[in-house]
């Protein structure tokens, strides 16, 4: 129902954009947010758009340096990561759900991660 693409590998100060497409349901009224998990580490709060689209929070570690953003249609949300340092290395997640929130426990729909890895 979500997947995420657009991870890969990337050198340090460089930029990926991270797609994340709805399919088989409509989650145009969600709250869409962005979580990311490192090796060994639990699954950390990135970004969230609400589902207008007129609000959005980041992660302390990301501010500035990513924006989250949707189309028009609302069936694709992008994360834009530019600066990529070697501390944003983990797999992306992108997660849907009826509630505000930056806590990955409150998200009922979630889409198979895309592994973003940076590179010195």
């Known amino acids: 129902q979500l997947q995420a693409s657009g991870g890969g590998l990337m050198r340090a100060g460089g930029s990926l954009r991270l797609s994340c497409a709805a399919s088989?349901?409509?989650?145009?009224?969600?709250?869409i947010g962005w979580f990311r998990q490192a090796p060994g580490k639990e699954r950390k709060f990135v970004a969230v758009v609400s589902w207008s689209g007129g609000t959005t929070v980041y992660g302390d570690s990301v501010k500035g340096r990513f924006t989250a953003s949707r189309d028009n249609a609302k069936t694709t949300w992008y994360l834009q990561m530019n600066s990529l340092k070697l501390e944003d290395t983990a797999v992306y997640y992108c997660a849907a759900d009826k509630d505000w929130g930056t806590v990955a426990n409150l998200y009922n729909y979630w889409g198979q991660g895309t592994q973003v890895t940076v590179s010195s």
């Open positions: 088989g349901r409509s989650f145009s009224t969600y709250t």
